[in-house]
């Protein structure tokens, strides 16, 4: 049977998610995750584009795409900035 292990490594601010997540050949995405009421999980796959200084974030909970969102709006239209800032956004690192 094979077993995937990952570790999980919290996310501490906007510019270390940006690094964490920016865009490359080698690897397409981050692997994150929200953590909710402890148990619960909001899976989220999110690239960071530094030459437009904007995200994609795919939800994966819903199949949903927001495409081309700025900083500010990473922080209006989405629950990630809050996440960060109450310590709940982690990178699965496989």
Same mark, same amino acid.
Not at 1 to 6: G, I, K, L, S
Not at 32 to 56: A, E, H, Q
Not at 79 to 87: L, P, S
């Given at each position: #049977?094979? *077993?995937?292990?990952?570790? #999980? ?8 998610? +940006?690094? %964490?997540?920016?865009? /490359? $050949? ?9 953590? %909710?009421?402890?148990? #619960?999980?909001?899976?989220?796959? =999110? *690239? ?5 200084? &904007? @995200?994609? *974030?795919?939800?994966?909970i /819903?199949?949903?795409?927001? $495409?081309? =969102? &700025? $900083? $500010?709006? %990473? +922080?209006?239209?989405? #629950?990630? *900035?809050?996440? =960060?800032?109450?310590?709940? %956004? @982690?990178?699965?690192?496989?």
């Amino acid at each position: #049977m094979f *077993v995937e292990t990952y570790s #999980m490594k919290q996310i501490i601010s906007i510019d270390e998610l +940006k690094q %964490l997540a920016e865009y /490359d $050949e080698r690897k397409a995405w981050a692997e994150c995750f929200i953590s %909710l009421n402890g148990s #619960m999980r909001s899976s989220k796959r =999110i *690239v960071y584009y530094p030459y437009t200084k &904007t @995200f994609d *974030v795919h939800n994966e909970i /819903d199949d949903s795409y927001q $495409e081309n =969102i &700025t $900083e $500010e709006q %990473l +922080k209006t239209e989405t #629950m990630i *900035v809050e996440a =960060i800032q109450n310590g709940a %956004l @982690f990178l699965y690192e496989f």
